[in-house]
């Protein structure tokens, strides 16, 4: 495949449809090509992002709620405003504690979003 | 240099310095390593992020407030909740009409913001 998929260059939030990723935790798609993905991933209170890896690098930040998140063998509780960094092919797994909202972002893109 | 500069896994928001960017324009440095970086960018109402360009992809996510955004030759106002996606080598530029927060996500990251 040669073509690059890219996104618009804007997004309204409000016209991005919420997919289903797993129970509890819904995500939209923003702006992306093929080298860069950002997703927002809003969790109900209890969700779990279940343990995995990929070998996208992922840099993440929390925009409401709180989490517990593992990456490799470390665990932290994160809030409004904190932010995290999971290197590639590396475990990790979150645990929504207060219902909120991730800005997760996938370098290269995660083309099974597309 | 073939080191690789990265961030640590977790990043608390209250403990990162914010760092002058230009008039009315802060920045806070998260995740990071060398293929992708995300930056919290607080502007004052009124404040203008100038027309530039770089070679890396950004994707950017309004976290609150209001932006007039230009991108090559498309205008758009973007509010609490929307994306804007600037490809590689492309003009753009921001005004702030309401004090608020964007979330930028450069790839490959910054060297100039380390």
Redesign the interface.
């Known amino acids: 495949m040669n073509k690059v998929l ?9 016209a991005i449809p919420w997919e289903y990723a797993s129970p509890g935790i819904q995500r939209q798609v ?4 093929d ?4 997703v ?1 991933v809003k969790f109900e209170k209890g969700a779990v992002g279940a343990v995995h890896e990929h070998s996208h ?1 992922q ?5 409401s709620g709180v989490f517990e ?1 593992t ?2 063998n ?1 665990r ?1 509780l ?1 809030k ?8 590639s092919n590396t475990l990790h797994g979150s645990v929504c504690l207060e219902a909120g909202v991730l ?1 997760d ?1 996938f ?1 290269p893109h995660r083309e099974d979003f597309l």
Chains 1, 2 share one sequence.
């Open positions: 890219k996104s618009q260059l804007f997004q309204q939030g409000e923003y702006g992306h090509d080298q860069v993905m950002l927002k690098t840099v993440s930040y929390v925009e998140l990456i490799g470390e932290q994160l409004t405003g904190d932010g995290f960094f999971v290197p800005i972002v370098s």
